[in-house]
């Protein structure tokens, strides 16, 4: 079984950076490739929503409230990914989830995996 292991998540002050981290664990020998990965975040009273998304090549997309702010990127090589948040605002406090696409025969079926979740709280 694979799982996705979230780290970086805490609190800071408006304007400060914050690097959270999803590695893959367990039986990640089966893996056969992780395609699409993505972070979301959830703020109380309100739906997931997509934060940044990375395909396995380096396409990249993010939602229109952290363009500029935040960089999403990969190490497939680690099976991790990565969210890099800048200047970051009090509306950006969430409970932050990173998600894979993992397939584990080529040309077989997909499968989405989510971390736990890690909580970022941004002060004023």
């Known amino acids: 079984q694979v799982q996705l292991v979230e780290s970086g998540g805490g609190l800071v002050q408006a304007g400060g950076s914050l690097r959270l981290s999803c590695a893959a664990s367990?039986?990640?020998?089966?893996?056969?490739?992780?395609?699409?990965m993505g972070w979301y975040r959830q703020a109380p009273g309100k739906e997931r929503e997509l934060v940044a998304a990375?395909?396995?090549?380096?396409?990249?997309n993010y939602a229109d409230s952290v363009k500029g702010r935040f960089t999403i990127s990969r190490d497939n090589a680690k099976n991790t990914g990565y969210l890099q948040m800048n200047s970051l605002k009090p509306e950006d406090t969430a409970v932050y989830y990173c998600?894979?696409?993992?397939?584990?025969?080529?040309?077989?079926?997909?499968?989405?995996?989510w971390g736990q979740g890690t909580q970022v709280t941004v002060s004023s």
């Open positions: 998600n894979a696409i993992i397939r584990y025969v080529s040309y077989g079926p997909e499968y989405a995996y």
């Open positions: 367990g039986s990640i020998f089966s893996i056969n490739a992780i395609n699409a």
């Open positions: 990375i395909s396995r090549g380096g396409s990249t």
